[in-house]
């Protein structure tokens, strides 16, 4: 069976400080891969997406940016840290071409920028 | 473009008690819809999606949904209520004819079960 790892679960970084989570999947090949970051419990916010291994396509531009180093790892990172970087980030796969398949979710990351 | 709206903030219903949890949906052509669940400080665990036939579809922990194309709605609903169905629902909707850029969500919807 598939599953999706995400970490770290918590994180607390200063203002400035650089940022790399880090998410793989297990038991698939050539999935699509989701970061969303959601703020305040609440809505989702895709932030990135990726079809292949170095494909990623940024849905909002800001501070942060995505890579998929390999097939079934993607990483989102920041070289600066602003406060509003905070909140709960979450990675997802989905089967490729299939777009009547659900996303799949880790448990999410949620970082504090102090 | 789609979007999708879950006009609850919060749903509280007894225990025991039927549920529905509220959501419409706009998209140009036949949506794929989705619900999902989350608990505190978890990610989103699935529950169930229609694609097409049936308008009553059938998921995990005993919910299901109905779709009603005419009015444009994809409401989640579960005959007796659990206070473990305590959680963050959301509901998400895709063009089929949109590319991988994943699902449109709805903003939650809280459900709290009162015993």
């Known amino acids: 069976s598939q599953t999706i790892h995400q970490w770290p679960a918590t994180l607390v970084q200063p203002v400035g400080s650089p940022l790399s989570l880090e998410c793989t999947v297990e038991g698939t090949s050539n999935p699509n891969l989701y970061w969303y970051r959601q703020a305040a419990g609440r809505g989702l916010q895709l932030l990135f997406y990726s079809v292949g291994i170095g494909q990623i396509s940024s849905e909002v531009p800001q501070n942060l940016s995505a890579s998929r180093p390999q097939d079934r790892q993607f990483i989102l990172s920041s070289k600066k840290l602003l406060l509003s970087d905070s909140g709960f980030y979450l990675c997802?796969?989905?089967?490729?071409?299939?777009?009547?398949?659900?996303?799949?979710f880790g448990n999410g990351t949620r970082l504090t920028v102090t | 473009a789609q979007s999708v709206a879950q006009p609850e903030d919060q749903v509280n219903v007894a225990e025991g008690n039927p549920l529905t949890v509220k959501c419409t949906y706009s998209v140009s052509g036949n949506p794929y819809l989705f619900w999902y669940v989350q608990y505190p400080n978890r990610g989103l665990q699935f529950l169930l999606k229609?694609?097409?036939?049936?308008?009553l579809v059938k998921g995990s922990y005993g919910f299901e949904a109905e779709f009603n194309k005419s009015q444009t709605s994809f409401h989640l609903k579960k005959p007796s209520a659990l206070v473990s169905d305590s959680a963050l629902y959301f509901c998400a909707v895709r063009d089929p004819r949109g590319g991988a850029d994943g699902l449109t969500f709805g903003k939650g919807t809280h459900l709290i079960i009162q015993p």
């Open positions: 229609y694609i097409t036939g049936d308008n």
């Open positions: 997802a796969w989905s089967v490729v071409e299939s777009y009547n398949s659900p996303l799949h």
